[in-house]
DNA sequence: CATTCTCAGTTGCAATATGAAACCTAGTAA
DNA sequence: TTACTAGGTTTCATATTGCAACTGAGAATG
């Protein structure tokens, strides 16, 4: 019983997906960082605009930058303003969002999102994200498999 | 203050992002998913392997069924079982669910997870989920731009 | 320089969601 | 016919979230 329970803690430590969503996972968090994609830095900013509770507000930017997500940078020019802005580790988080939204935008809200990401020097928007080959190539469901680790080729 | 508050709420339908968080944000959610990608299809097999309390359980698994992202399948052999599986909705969340998976062995769990998804016909695994432009190509951060969709070309 | 306003919170309390454990019901196995 | 199993539900305790009012440092205004 004991034992089984620390294996199954010992699972979720070891699955990056339980690992990931307990930086992330947490309700508003993900929100939070769609507002920073799309340029929101300061308390009101993202309170005014997702309309979130001020003290969950508080608490959520408090562990996103524990867990290293956001920065907090208070503003030299005017003393009693903060920016909270991705940190490398958040900005990996794109592809993550981009899936979601892509996910929701065909299933669910028909409705096109926008702002639009695009490939900067052509100015056409990226490629829906996709499971792909080593080479790019895009491979459908039925030329997937799952493998254990072990049977894979040196 | 009311006109504000619905501005919110269909700012909230809109953004598809939210929609999509709607559905698979709750705790445990996410970990139902990847359970059910790695063929958990029953009850007790989720509450085990997840450690979930059973009503949560129950109550997650009836939501996603609501959202159409688990099909809800009675065992003709035995009458007592009954098998949750993923719809085409449910597996076009693996984008998602790899994104999230490999933030997580980059960022927190430096361990490689398993199983692994390969491409069946080569054995190899997939490339890790990035950003590209419409042809294939992987775009860096410095390549990307958003846009106003009224801005797209034609 | 006194007053007012803004920003980024905090506090107290009510409403919800989650978790643990026991219980239930239909169906299967011994 | 008795025991056991799968898939829940119920009850009650705890934790998380939400709302509204408040605070305190700092900036802007007159």
Redesign the pocket.
Known sequence: MVLDLERHREMLRRCSIAAALESVG???SFLILRGAFNGLQ????FQSTL?????????R??RLVENGILQ?EP?P????????RLTDKGLDLLPVLLSLRQWGEKWISAAPSNPVLVDRATRRPIAPMAVRDADGRMLSRAELEWLDRSELDG
């Open positions: 947490e309700r508003w300061h308390f009101e900013e309309g979130i509770a001020r003290n969950i507000l508080s608490n930017l408090a907090r503003d020019t005017d003393r009693r303003r903060v920016a909270y």
